[in-house]
């Protein structure tokens, strides 16, 4: 069963002694970039990489940090690796300067590039995978100019599973109070996940990079199993704690319900991931676009765009670029995230995939104050109401300077609480600054 979070005030502190610390900060904040696969899926190609670059400059995302662009599965020849270096093939259709050129291009735009692999014989489009090539492929990498590594969890031989299974909410249930009672083969009390294949086909690849000239930041994309809460911090530099997102409210809220159990393990150089942005796509409405940005980063997630930019709306593109959300993201003082301080629609510490937690907060030395974020999670307009007294950073005073985050009204001198009818599945989001 899934651990209740503990509520504490958020304080800056040093980084576990576990964390993968990499050069020049490389890790230490949530990843700001954009991937291919929401948008593209397979179609990939180098003209698109490129103009993503070039939008995430002209559409202004750039100045605002987000500094990753990354392509996702189906970049190299299939099925088959060069026979005398083995190594992967970039498709010379899609890319025909290669891998290396569209990095050249996109390091002259002052971004970063980035690639994917996985930790089996194929990816999940069954191109070429890394199990057995680490090495190798992390040189390729390096040598390329790749600043990033999403490494996926497709193509696992029979070999190479775990011995035991891990209860993973979504994908082994669901279960509406988190636990997974029919597991075929659960591991005993006290199992040591480090011991699993899991975590030794992930290990081998952080050691790679770690070998080779060039830091890469490591993105661990195995859908929350084999425990990886309490051991991806000292692999990667973030790590899936779920299955996939998809452009629906319901799955949104499943993976936001179960991350806010996850909170106590993101700080400084490790995040837990819910998985790429859906912001811009599919049939959202806006207020679900507001309230999937808003959560993903209060809970100091990784902020990976999954949409196409050239196309994208001033409306999807206002929420991509809220700067309160986005300082308090990148806080360069605080690596802890917004917490529930209540759940609101349930009794707190409910495992709700529909209902997740809605209200939550967190100190923030980048808006010199506390966010505060109410989540409507109904389906119908509805009140909520955050009530200073209730909230653990807030808790001394009756009385605050308050700003709208999303307008950047100054809602001035602020007492006792703050009401705010929300459209459903919308989110409010505070700014709770000095006392008056």
Not at 145 to 172: A, F, H, Q, R
Not at 228 to 242: A, L
């Amino acid at each position: 069963m899934l651990g209740p979070l503990t509520l504490a005030v958020t304080l800056p502190f040093l980084p576990a002694a576990n964390a993968l610390v990499r050069d020049n900060d490389v890790g230490k904040l949530p990843a700001l970039g954009w991937n291919t696969w929401n948008a593209f899926g397979c179609d990939i190609d180098s003209t698109k990489i490129i103009t993503a670059a070039n939008e995430v400059i002209n559409r202004g995302l750039k100045d605002l940090g987000y500094e990753y662009i990354n392509i996702d599965d189906c970049w190299s020849v299939k099925n088959t690796r060069d026979k005398s270096t083995n190594r992967m093939i970039p498709d010379p259709t899609k890319f025909p300067d290669g891998i290396s050129g569209v990095a050249k291009e996109v390091h002259d735009l002052g971004l970063k590039i980035g690639i994917y692999s996985s930790a089996g014989e194929e990816t999940c489009a069954h191109y070429p995978a890394s199990l057995g090539y680490e090495a190798v492929d992390a040189q390729s990498f390096a040598e390329w100019g790749i600043d990033y590594l999403k490494y996926d969890n497709c193509g696992v031989p029979s070999n190479w599973t775990d011995e035991y299974t891990y209860c993973v909410p979504d994908g082994d249930g669901p279960y509406p109070d988190g636990t997974c009672p029919d597991l075929t083969n659960p591991a005993p009390e006290g199992y040591d996940w480090k011991t699993s294949n899991t975590y030794k086909r992930y290990a081998a690849m952080r050691d790679a990079l770690l070998d080779v000239e060039r830091t890469i930041f490591y993105s661990l994309c195995g859908w929350g199993q084999a425990n990886v809460n309490s051991w991806g911090m000292e692999v990667g530099n973030s790590w899936r704690m779920s299955g996939d997102i998809t452009v629906d409210w319901a799955r949104i809220a499943q993976i936001a319900n179960e991350n806010s159990f996850y909170m106590d393990h993101v700080n400084f150089w490790g995040r837990a991931d819910p998985d790429m942005l859906e912001v811009g796509n599919g049939d959202l409405t806006i207020e679900e676009n507001r309230a999937h940005f808003a959560l993903w980063a209060v809970m100091k997630s990784p902020l990976i765009i999954g949409t196409a930019l050239d196309s994208i709306d001033d409306a999807h593109l206002a929420i991509l670029k809220n700067k309160y959300l986005l300082d308090f993201n990148q806080d360069p003082v605080i690596g802890t995230p917004a917490r529930p301080y209540k759940w609101g629609y349930n009794p707190d510490r409910t495992f709700d995939p529909v209902h997740p937690a809605e209200y939550w907060s967190g100190a923030s030395s980048t808006l010199d104050g506390t966010v505060v974020l109410m989540l409507n999670s109904e389906n119908v307009t509805s009140t909520r109401t955050a009530t200073w007294r209730e909230i653990p950073e807030l808790k001394s005073h009756d009385a605050y300077q308050v700003v709208d985050a999303w307008t950047g009204k100054d809602l001035g001198c602020v007492k006792n609480k703050y009401k705010a009818s929300l459209k459903s599945h919308d989110a409010a989001v505070l700014v709770v600054k000095e006392k008056c």
